[in-house]
């Protein structure tokens, strides 16, 4: 009887033990599958900077120097390669190159008007889009692995499996996004 | 937070007066946060902070807020997906078991057919090899163990202890077999129908790829892919119906092959963030496994369908040819958009085949017009014949006459009673039919009334119990979905916007109601026209939009779905009338409909954040009735639907013993097969 009631707590253990494991394995691997979909959009953005270079730059014959910025934070991410710090740097420059592009443009009626430049604007808004729900799903899943790994019964073993605490991807504090508009009365 | 145009105070955000002078407050027109931001994502994803209810879009006539007390209640999308998460497990429990309950009659008249079967095929084994005398032995038991308890609790009106473990063998004997067979062929249906997947006909109705040309329709195409990073899926397909109608759906079996199908008109009603909510609750569907729920409840009623086929097989004509073509489903190699035609087609035979009785051959020949006799000779005199010939061999003996006269006399006699036979021939065939479909209907009876019972029993049990579970059931999931979509999009307004949109203009449903539960949106019940003015008249509007005249390809389209062999509500859509009810085929539907209605999806968006405003009108009526006629509602209303459901229960008990004397009519007639057929 007794051998029977500890066969029974060490199967349950052993259960647990495989339960937690395998959730904790498939919730990390979801972790890194959502960093890598982040790089796969940042790289998607890299293509379509000389696109959208070549189909502006008869028209902006006279803003060399906002083309000329997009092009050399392009070059400067890519140098960047997979140095994190430096490389979210120049992807916050790559953001502020691009929107620069389209603030002058708007100031171009017939570029505006252009079939090919609205569709290169959507395919840029759109990877902006990408960028950020890559980002906004990384968290999440960052935010249910850490859940998982450190709510009560498998925090006891999470650690001993070589389980680390995952960080989110954040907003450089002095990136402009963060910054606060000021309002002025 | 608006400021007042008389007095310049400052007042809460959802007043309509002013606090210091009582002066309607100017409001902001809703539509204005809704303008699409060129450029910029949606939502701007800030994951982990609460969405911050945006205020400024107030309601746009006074009555709107004025029966809302106090602030919504705030929910966030993850607690309000863990909690409809947490309702859907103990709906599909309940789903589960009113499932099990409706097979249970089913397995009772199955399993008879399926011992006959291994009965006979023991027969027919025994000429190859030799079947060991245990198997025999075993069958015997069986059918005694049977008899045995069928006679304590008939004959002898349960005198003497209950025999417990017998009666429980025998309950295993008779239910384990059916439930087995349909829990086999659940999965096999399952599978088989998978590579139609669910709603696949819908593609044959002429969805076409995005035009990547087409501005709208490669934004289309980058809100899908954007949905799907956000979801971590891979991106589903995206196809276009040119369908005068606005909606959206998604269909398929899995993650791996869901197509995303999108009614044209929807990319020009809805803006960029309108369609990135609509797309978001579609992601969030795939990604909550909405498609293979789908996929099971179909395929659960399909094998509901077959155990029902497989028992009319002998009796009815229908139900074979509908086994037939199945089985030539099985073996076909046919392109996929014919395959799930073919497949729906099946499947809407096999549903079908659920309760509706059909046609059978149970009487056929009885029913038939009786045909007239001709003038001149008539049958009934052969009813004389054997009165005659007894006459004639009477008097000829007495008055002894010669064999020639016999001979003669007899000869004319049966060649008149030929003649007759044939100048009535067609009277005569007729009486011969009549007669064996007697003989037939009377061997039949027990067998055909063991099929009756258990069908007609459905017809109850399934539209009364288990379609309203899985109702309510998929209007949880839509709800898990829409708070999904708010965590994927962040912005709750683009889906609150975005269905309230839909809605307005319709919401019909292209391809006929089988599709309904695919689509994010169906048409509302009650019409929005005695309720809300400006809704009515937004549909008002947009009914002039969808005039036959105007569309022009409706006539196509209504073309196309007879082709696809699928009942069309073309017209219906066409005309600008949404339909009165929400429901598919016979799969889905009834009590309630399978999507929830507006205002309780708004509220619930806006619990999550969302500055739409909708239905408040109806909620509003809703709870005024239930103020004012609820305790009468409570009364009389509840006093019949107790009085129906008793009604109900007794019918289906009633049906129940009567299924379960014809069904063990049959199990004693298997008994009897096993007498006749084992060897001595």
Known sequence: MLWIIVGAVVALIVLFLIFTYNRLVGRRNQVRNAWGQIDVQLTRRHDLIPNLVNAVKGYLEHERGVLERVTEARAAAIAAGGDVERRAEAENQVTQALRSVFAVAEGYPQLRASENMLSLQEELSSTENRIAFARQHYNDSVMEYNTSRETFPAVLVAGALGFRHQALFQLDAAAPERAVPQVQF | ?680
């Not at chain 2, 999308?77 to 103990?90: C, L, M, S, Y």
């Not at chain 2, 109705?205 to 195409?221: H, I, K, S, T, Y």
């Not at chain 2, 759906?249 to 309108?274: K, M, Q, T, W």
């Open chain 2, 1 to 680: 937070m608006s400021q007042c145009t008389q007095c310049g105070l400052f007042n809460p955000p959802l007043g309509v007066t002013c606090l210091s002078c009582g002066s309607t407050l100017a409001v902001p027109a809703a539509s204005a946060v809704m303008a699409p931001l060129p450029g910029m994502p949606a939502g701007g994803p800030s994951p982990l902070a609460a969405p911050e209810p945006t205020l400024s879009p107030g309601p746009s006539r006074q009555e709107e807020y004025s029966h809302i007390l106090g602030p919504v209640d705030r929910e966030s999308f993850f607690a309000a997906q863990r909690r409809h998460r947490r309702a859907t497990w103990k709906m599909t429990a309940a789903c589960a078991l009113a499932a099990v309950v409706t097979g249970l009659p089913l397995s009772l008249a199955l399993t008879p057919i399926i011992f006959a079967v291994i009965v006979i095929l023991t027969r027919l084994a025994g000429f190859v090899t030799t079947v060991p005398v245990e198997v025999w032995d075993a069958y015997r038991w069986a059918g005694s163990t049977f008899v045995r308890v069928g006679d304590y609790f008939i004959e002898e009106e349960m005198q003497g202890p209950a025999p417990i473990a017998e009666t429980l063998a025998v309950a295993a004997i008779w239910l384990v077999p059916g439930i087995l067979l349909m829990l086999l062929v659940w999965p096999i249906l399952r599978s088989l129908f998978r590579s139609a997947g669910v709603g696949g006909v819908l593609l044959s109705l002429g969805a076409r790829d995005p035009n990547m040309l087409d501005l709208e329709e490669r934004q289309l195409v980058n809100v899908v892919e954007e949905m799907a990073i956000a979801a971590g899926l891979p991106a589903p397909r995206v196809m276009l119906l040119d369908a005068p109608v606005a909606n959206a759906a998604v269909v398929g079996s899995s993650p791996r092959d869901a197509v995303i199908v999108v009614c044209r008109p929807l990319l020009d009603d809805l803006n960029r963030d309108e369609t990135q909510g609509v797309l978001g609750h579609l992601i969030a569907a795939i990604g909550n496994g909405d498609l293979r729920v789908a996929l099971s409840v179909v395929a659960l009623f399909q094998t509901f369908g077959f155990a029902g086929a497989l028992l009319r097989a002998p009796v009815s004509r229908e139900a074979r040819q509908t086994l037939w073509r199945m089985l030539r489903y099985v073996f076909s190699r046919h392109p996929p958009a014919k395959r799930a035609e073919e497949a729906q087609r099946i499947s809407g035979l096999l549903t079908g085949a659920v309760w509706d009785l059909g046609s059978d051959e149970f009487g056929e020949g009885m029913d038939e017009k009786p045909v007239e006799q001709r003038r001149g000779l008539r049958v009934i005199w052969l009813m004389y014949l054997p009165v005659i010939t007894m006459a004639i061999l009477v008097v000829g003996l007495i008055m002894e006459w010669p064999r020639e006269g016999f001979t003669i006399i007899f000869g004319v006699l049966g060649a008149l009673a030929l003649a007759t036979l044939w100048y009535q021939r067609v009277y005569v065939a007729f009486m011969i039919r009549y007669a064996i479909a007697t003989v037939r209907a009377v061997i039949m009876l027990p067998y055909y009334f063991g099929v009756i019972m258990p069908q007609l029993l459905l017809g109850m049990v399934i539209p009364f119990i288990l379609e309203p579970l899985l109702g309510l059931l998929w209007r949880t999931r839509r709800y898990l979905a829409d708070a999904r979509a708010v965590q994927l999009t962040r912005n709750p307004d683009g889906l609150a916007y975005g269905l309230r949109g839909l809605v307005t203009r319709g919401g019909g449903i292209p391809g006929g109601k089988w599709a309904t539960p695919l689509f994010i949106v169906c048409p509302e019940r009650l019409s929005y026209a005695q309720i809300d003015p400006e809704m009515a008249e937004e549909m008002r509007e947009n009914r002039q939009r969808f005039r036959p005249g105007v569309i022009g390809d409706a006539q196509a389209m209504r073309e196309q779905a007879r082709g696809a062999g699928v009942k069309m509500v073309a017209q219906a859509i066409a005309e600008g009338k949404s339909e009165s009810r929400s429901y598919t085929g016979s799969t889905t539907g009834s009590l309630g409909g399978l999507h929830p209605p507006l205002h309780k999806r708004l509220k619930r968006l806006r619990s999550m954040g969302a500055t739409a405003p909708g239905s408040e009108e109806r909620a509003r009526i809703d709870a005024g009735y239930s103020r004012r006629f609820g305790w009468l509602m409570a009364i009389v209303g509840g006093g019949l639907l107790t009085l129906v459901a008793v009604l109900m229960v007794v019918a289906a008990a009633l049906m129940l013993a009567m299924g379960f004397v014809a069904c063990s009519v049959m199990m004693m007639m298997v008994y009897g097969l096993v007498i006749a057929l084992a060897p001595a």
